[in-house]
C-alpha cells in the first residue's frame, strides 16, 4: 500500500515537472512572439520614417493629386476620414503627414496601398527622365527645384550632362553650385538617381 501511494506520488510529481516545463516553454514562446512583434513595428516605423523624410515633398503633393482626382474638397476627405481639414492642409503643403491609421484609411479610399502613398509612382505626363527638365519653361522648374534647396539640386545634377548643369546655373545664378558640389564630395550613384527621380516626379505632379 505504501508502495503503491509512493507510486501514486512518483506520477504526480512527473506531471507537476511535466507541467512546469511546458508552462515554461509556453512562456518563452509568447515572450519571443512579443520580442518578433515589437522588431517588426519598429522595423516598419523606421522605414516609413526613412521614406517620409526622403520623400515629403512628393507625397504632399501626390496627396493633394489624389485628392483633386477625385474631386474631393479638402472639406469633403476630412469629412470622409473623420479628421479636421485643417490636418488635410497640413498633408499638402508638408507640414506633417498621415498617421498610420489615416493611411490606412487613405488606402482603402482610393483604391491603393499605403506604400503607394508613401512611395508613389507618378505617370509621365511631361518628362521621363533628368535631362529633360530643360524642355520645361524655367518659371515651373524653379517653383519645383526651389522646393529642395541647393544640396538635393546638386545632387542631382551630379549625374547630368553638362549642358544641364550651365542651364541650372543660369535659373539660379545666386546659387554657387560649384562650391556645393565639392563640399558634398563623392556620392553613391543610387543617390543621385533617387534625387532625379524625385525631382521628375515633383515636374510630373504639377
Not at 18 to 37: E, G, H, P, S
Not at 100 to 129: A, Q, R
Not at 139 to 156: H, M, R, Y
Not at 157 to 180: I, Q, V, Y
Request: net charge negative.
Amino acid at each position: 500500500m505504501c508502495q503503491d501511494k509512493a507510486g501514486e506520488g512518483g506520477v504526480m510529481a512527473a506531471a507537476t515537472d511535466d507541467n512546469a516545463v511546458l508552462k515554461y516553454a509556453t512562456d518563452i514562446c509568447f515572450l519571443a512572439l512579443i520580442q518578433f512583434f515589437i522588431f517588426i513595428v519598429i522595423y516598419f516605423i523606421m522605414v516609413i520614417r526613412g521614406v517620409i523624410f526622403m520623400n515629403m515633398n512628393i507625397i504632399s503633393k501626390y496627396l493633394q493629386f489624389l485628392r483633386k482626382s477625385n474631386n474631393y474638397t479638402q472639406d469633403d476627405l476630412a469629412q470622409k476620414l473623420g479628421i479636421s481639414r485643417q490636418a488635410v492642409s497640413k498633408w499638402e503643403t508638408g507640414t506633417t503627414i498621415p498617421d498610420l491609421e489615416v493611411l490606412l484609411k487613405l488606402s482603402k479610399l482610393y483604391g491603393i496601398t499605403i506604400n503607394d502613398i508613401l512611395e508613389p509612382k507618378i505617370p509621365p505626363h511631361k518628362i521621363t527622365n533628368f535631362e529633360q527638365i530643360t524642355t520645361i519653361s524655367e518659371k515651373d522648374l524653379k517653383k519645383v527645384l526651389e522646393q529642395f534647396g541647393t544640396n538635393s539640386l546638386v545632387t542631382a545634377l551630379m549625374g547630368a550632362s553638362p549642358e544641364t548643369n550651365r542651364f541650372c546655373e543660369r535659373l539660379f545664378p545666386d546659387m554657387d553650385l560649384e562650391t556645393t558640389r565639392k563640399n558634398i564630395g563623392r556620392i553613391r550613384l543610387e543617390t543621385v538617381e533617387d534625387m532625379q527621380n524625385q525631382i521628375i516626379s515633383m515636374i510630373n505632379l504639377e
